[in-house]
């Protein structure tokens, strides 16, 4: 083997070697050490004891660890089953081509993404606030019997949660569904109008298979960002809300991290998160691969 030989070998290593160098400063050692943290109980950010899997155990009887994973559970479902027809139904209204000025209603409805979750949550702050708020005023004066100071922050947390999401969101999901409507093939469709099927079955037989995996892609998204939550509730409701039923599981880890100093605790939360979503990708893969067969 020449000197040239050898020195080749090892080119593609130094062009590697960044993105290495990176992969194990910043993803598997945090990886590695949020791991064993998981197993300690610490005492600020300088004292610890290793305490094996009792965060874990604590966690699986902690009643607030639960709500919080209710809540979150709540709120995922409301994305899923709320949010995503919604897109669904407007990307099939705008694609089309018989909708005048399809551009302008695109960006209108896709706007809402580009601002932060901060300013939602407090512009919904105002619009739900119970003295003056938009809907309490909309409502008293449709409806005057209706009580012009009623508590929505306070009585209906997860409901006016989900509709600041779904103000935010339903756009940004739009265009996933709206880029897999377009690439449906026409010739299919004619097809099957040529075959006789009306609206409806050409929607489920044709446009529904094309646009699956793109709808498995967006349910796995919605998923991953719903369990993720914690700045809109957190500056909606000021915290976790009357009773915590504002609480999720990211707050909940928060609070323990840097509220009781218990990183140990808040890195096995963060883990028990991690496991929750493998688990709810799982299901969702199973259930999409059985729908393809």
Known sequence: MTATTRHNRWVPYVFLSPFLVLLVVFIAYPLYHSVILSMKQTFGPSRSAFVGLDNFKFLATDPLFWKAV?????????SVLVQLPISLGLALLLNRPDVRGRAIFRLIFFSPSLVGLVFVAMMFSLIFEKNTGLVNVALHSVFPGFDPEFPWLQEYVMPTLIIAALWMFAGFNMIYFLAALQNVEKQLVEAAMVDGANTWQRFLHVTVPAIRPVGTFVVLLSLIGSFQ????PYVLLS??????????????????????????L???IGWSLAMLLFVFAMIQRWISRSSEQ
């Open 266 to 268: 808040a890195s096995a």
């Open 239 to 264: 915290g976790a809300g009357s009773d915590n039923q504002g609480l999720t599981v990211v707050m909940y880890l928060f609070q323990m991290g840097w509220d009781q100093q218990d990183l140990g």
């Open 229 to 232: 939550l914690f700045d809109l």
């Open 70 to 78: 209710k809540n979150t559970t709540i709120f995922a479902a409301g």
